[in-house]
């Protein structure tokens, strides 16, 4: 069983950045993917990065490519997203999500946390 929390969603400016965080609860990290996905009103809930806790790779979403960047601090058990030039598109529910490396399904879900970006 893997738990997740986010934390840092807000209210900010266009152009502005944020940081978000997900604090995971696992017996063996190692072994999982994780990611965020994010939804907006009246919209489907949508990939936007994932990383491998071992390697260490990620990848993005096209319109997330270049402002956001996803980390993962193992000694933590936290995965962050590095949010900038945050755009009024960019508002929506962001949601941490883990599933074990070779599952095609995201088996795991934090409660999501608010981004609004205001122009």
């Known amino acids: 069983q893997v738990h997740l929390v986010e934390s840092g969603g807000g209210l900010v400016q266009v152009g502005d950045s944020l940081r978000l965080s997900c604090a995971a609860s696992?017996?063996?990290?190692?072994?999982?993917?994780m990611a965020w996905f994010r939804q907006a009103p009246g919209k489907e809930r949508e990939f936007v990065t994932a990383i491998t806790w071992s390697a260490g790779s990620a990848n993005y979403a096209d319109s997330v490519k270049g402002r956001f960047t996803i980390s993962r601090d193992n000694a933590k058990n936290t995965v962050y997203l590095q949010m900038m030039s945050l755009k009024p598109e960019d508002t929506a529910v962001y949601y941490c999500a883990a599933r074990s490396i070779g599952s095609g399904d995201y088996n795991y879900w934090g409660q999501g946390t608010q981004v609004t970006v205001s122009s």
């Open positions: 696992a017996r063996t990290f190692s072994n999982y993917v």
